[in-house]
């Protein structure tokens, strides 16, 4: 049926269908929404022991999004965010009785309430900044214990879970259709799950948490509950807090690609056990990860940025939300400072064109009605905001530029309201970039492994954030003094990511002309950071050089001769050997003069051929932590060019690692465990490769030449 259309201002957006990508559905299609009530919008909130990072902003941008389009399009919106004050986000942690709250708080001296208070509050002032409007209800799960407790029970008494020892499992054998929310992404999920899981209380590998036993001596986010003292699993969190502020049934569900599995499945399952209501969300609605250097934003990751961040860095909030409008909310979207900055100097410009258009006119003409309508159009088919901008700039500068100034400022004023842009505000002056002459990326920059050499050694040395830069200063100046007579030149990666510490670097680089800075302006990770400093080099030979390392007189002329043998690869001062590729041991010292065959070397000091790079081919940059990274550099070198070998009693000192004293013990093993997986993935399969084993085997310089 033909609606007919309201004249006012807000009108154009009335009584038209949204459209959109409905992940149960596996398709776009119509929501099924009513007008005569509340549209009940489930947003799956925060988890308040650390600060959200930019890929939670943008999975929070398309609820956002998603409210203002129906507010415009006339309907009564009901929102609900959850504030996850419990903070076991994941399945592993929550089973070996981790929290991360309490983790949190113990190491910061505060408790738990300190911790969730704290980035609550930080959570509403970074929602705020980039003109997020608020949630009508953010329940905190602390507040609904009893009612997860209750729900738990019922679920129990119907058969849908059971108790053991303590901790309370989802039935889900019970529960017929579980898995059919993901699909694949479900099935792969629970592939991988039961593959990794050992928890022999559960009837079935695919049941979940409902409830969890307290470990002893837990004291903190702990209740009493029929099965004894505990604490609720995290997907039961979602269930209670929706059907109590939402009812049995919600419109839409919103939340990012990685809680369909198994977040949103769980919470699914249990949600509609509980209520005998199906289905628990009509509209599953899902945004595709933010990337930064080609990998998922992860604080685990280690390439998570805050708003904080981009605030220090003294970017506009409102640019991050502009960016995030310039791809569409099911693409995935690379985040790099250089789209940032374009992204802001497009607000700012288009600021600009809104100013110079003066006052908004009451009244639109035949033209520019249709282009509101054009608009409105676009938005409700799935948010096409990368084609809702366009039609903005059309505005300013393509085909409706010639629209009279009063209808472009009424256009761009009403498409504000869906945008969140601030448009009509006043433009600022174009803001300093702190990062001006930084590359963004390593993709379009020359590749200098093709050029020819320009001297005998280049020494790599990158810097990474929590760096010590008076170590990296105390390397420099060893590497420089120690240097007698050397064809040599140093090239310093500053990928700290901050400003503030490239004025240092910039000044110890200053120190002598053979140190060359190569500057991105963020950090790519340790195996990209490492990847720019190669192809910046353009020595015969390269050496990587950890700044945790102090020359006390050159090692060069040993560790160059030893490449003048082909069948060698690379060579340093700390070789490892193993026998099973699980565990790594450092090679017996050799006397003097001596070198000793090894598996690997360590990341403190490397040295190989440039001209064999083009055959091992650039580092993993799935490597962000640096740890393992230099047994996969070291394995590509056996299998593809030649021998290692350790040389003893080389002359360098090897001081704090800094980079290492900077992490808890947690994410040591963490990034180190991820790092290792990925080693074994490429290599335990290679059993041409010699495993030297321990003790490791002599070699003396006539055998290594012979
Ligand atoms: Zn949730």
């Known amino acids: 049926m033909q609606r007919s259309r309201s004249v006012s ?6 009584g038209r269908e949204v459209r959109l990508y409905n992940t149960s559905a596996r398709s776009v299609e119509a929501a099924p929404l009513d007008r005569e009530r509340d549209v009940r919008i489930y947003t799956c909130g925060p988890t308040v022991y ?25 309907f009564q919106v009901r929102h609900v965010k959850n504030i996850t004050d419990v903070g076991h986000m994941r399945q592993e942690l929550l089973d070996r009785g981790e929290d991360k709250l ?4 113990l190491r910061a001296g505060l408790t738990p309430g300190d911790i969730a208070r704290r980035y609550t509050e930080e959570f509403f002032a970074d929602e705020a900044r980039v003109n997020i409007l608020p949630a009508d209800v953010f329940p905190r799960a602390t507040d609904h214990v009893g009612r997860m407790i209750s729900i738990v029970a019922a679920l129990a008494s119907a058969g849908h879970a059971y108790e053991r020892n303590g901790n309370v499992y989802f039935r889900v054998n019970s529960f017929s259709g579980y898995g059919e929310l993901g699909g694949s992404v479900s099935r792969e999920g629970l592939r991988q799950g039961v593959r990794a899981e050992a928890d022999p209380l559960k009837e079935d590998p695919r049941d979940f948490a409902l409830w969890k036993a307290a470990e002893p001596g837990r004291t903190e986010l702990v209740w ?11 997907h039961i969190e979602c269930t209670a807090m929706s059907t109590d502020h939402l009812g049995p049934q919600i ?15 769980d919470e699914r399952a249990q949600s509609e056990a509980f209520t005998g209501q199906r289905p628990f969300a009509r509209v599953w609605l899902h945004g595709q990860h933010l990337l930064a ?19 220090r860095l003294e970017f506009e909030p409102l640019a991050f939300r502009y960016l995030c409008m310039t791809a569409h909310y099911r693409a995935r979207l690379n985040f790099t400072f250089t789209s940032l900055r374009a992204a802001q100097t497009g607000l700012r410009r288009l600021r600009q064109h809104v100013a110079k258009w003066g006052p908004p006119g009451s009244t639109l003409s035949p033209p520019a009605e249709a282009c509101r309508d054009q608009f409105w159009s676009l938005a409700a088919a799935d948010l096409a905001l990368p084609r809702c901008l366009a039609l903005v700039w059309s505005l300013a500068r393509g085909s409706l530029a010639n629209l009279p100034d009063p209808d472009k400022a009424a256009l761009a004023r009403d498409f504000d309201r869906l945008l969140g842009l601030d448009l009509g505000q006043p433009p600022r002056r174009r803001p300093s970039d702190p990062f001006r002459g930084a590359v963004s990326s390593l993709s379009g920059l020359p590749d200098g492994l093709s050029e020819p050499d320009r001297c005998l050694l280049s020494v790599d040395v990158v810097v990474q954030p929590e760096e010590d830069l008076e170590a990296v200063r105390r390397c420099l100046t060893s590497v420089v003094r120690n240097r007698s007579g050397m064809d040599l030149e140093v090239v310093l990666v500053d990928a700290t ?5 490239h004025v240092r670097l910039a000044s110890i680089a200053a120190q002598d002309d053979r140190i060359r800075l190569v500057w991105i302006d963020h950090d790519p990770g340790a195996g990209a950071a490492r990847n720019l400093g190669l192809r910046a080099s353009h020595g015969r030979v390269v050496a990587l050089l950890d700044p945790s390392v102090e020359l006390t007189a050159s090692p060069w002329p040993r560790l160059l001769a030893v490449l003048e043998d082909a069948l060698i690869g690379a060579a340093g001062p700390f070789g490892l050997v193993t026998a099973d590729l699980r565990h790594f041991h450092d090679a017996e010292p050799p006397p003097a003069g001596e070198a000793v065959e090894v598996d690997a070397l360590q990341n403190y000091l490397m040295v190989f051929r440039r001209s064999d790079l083009r055959r091992i081919g650039p580092l993993d940059e799935h490597y962000r932590f640096y740890r393992i990274l230099d047994l996969d550099l070291s394995y590509a070198i056996r299998a593809r ?9 080389l002359p360098l000192i090897r001081h704090r690692h800094a980079l290492w004293e900077a992490l808890s013990e947690g994410d040591r093993e963490e990034r180190s465990r991820k790092n290792f997986g990925r080693f074994l993935k490429r290599w335990d399969h290679r059993h041409d490769l010699p495993r030297h084993g321990t003790p490791a085997q002599l070699v003396g310089e006539a055998a290594l030449h012979g």
């Not at 309490?102 to 708080?105: N, R, V």
């Not at 060019?641 to 009693?649: E, K, L, P, Q, T």
Request: proline share 4%; hydrophobic share 35%; charged share 20%.
């Open 9 to 14: 201002g807000s009108g154009a957006a009335r």
């Open 50 to 74: 650390r600060s959200v990072h930019l890929g939670n902003l943008r999975s929070y941008l398309l609820a956002d999004w998603l409210k203002r389009l129906l507010v415009c399009n006339g």
């Open 102 to 105: 309490i983790a949190e708080a």
């Open 224 to 234: 009493s509950s029929p099965w004894g003292r505990g604490f609720p699993g995290w």
């Open 251 to 265: 419109d839409i569900h919103t939340g990012g690609v990685d809680n369909i599995f198994p977040h949103h499945e």
């Open 293 to 311: 250097d080609g990998l998922k934003m992860a604080k685990s990751t280690g390439n998570a940025y805050t708003l904080g961040d981009l605030l």
């Open 497 to 501: 990511g901050s400003p503030d510490s």
């Open 641 to 649: 060019v030649g021998r290692i070998v350790a040389f003893g009693n």
